[in-house]
């Protein structure tokens, strides 16, 4: 099992900046994959952004230039510095861990961009 701890959503003006973090414990795998997801009311979740165990990462063209994740292995920890944040990115946001097959969620952050 995997425990999933997201924390840092909030209430944001358009414009301004947010950092998400996800702490990650129980039985971790040292390769993995650390996504983070995010829901907006009516619509399906979707991926936002990923980084690999090495550090590869890669995003949604709608997050791109504007999100960063980033990842502190020693900490089992995954980041995402999400500025110029729109109206439209407001959502639920949720942490993502797979490890080939297995994969686990957490309970997930609100985070609401005010315009």
């Known amino acids: 099992q995997v425990q999933l701890v997201e924390s840092g959503g909030g209430l944001v003006q358009a414009g301004g900046s947010l950092r998400l973090s996800c702490a990650a414990s129980?039985?971790?795998?040292?390769?993995?994959?650390l996504d983070w997801y995010r829901q907006a009311p009516g619509k399906q979740r979707e991926l936002v952004a990923t980084?690999?165990?090495?550090?590869?990462?890669s995003y949604a063209s709608s997050v791109k230039g504007r999100f960063t994740i980033s990842r502190d292995n020693a900490k089992n920890t995954v980041y995402l510095q999400m500025n110029s944040l729109k109206p439209e990115d407001t959502g639920v946001y949720y942490c993502h861990y797979s490890h080939l097959i297995i994969d686990f969620w957490g309970q997930g952050t609100q985070v609401t961009v005010s315009s």
């Open positions: 980084v690999m165990s090495g550090g590869i990462t």
């Open positions: 129980g039985s971790i795998f040292s390769i993995n994959v």
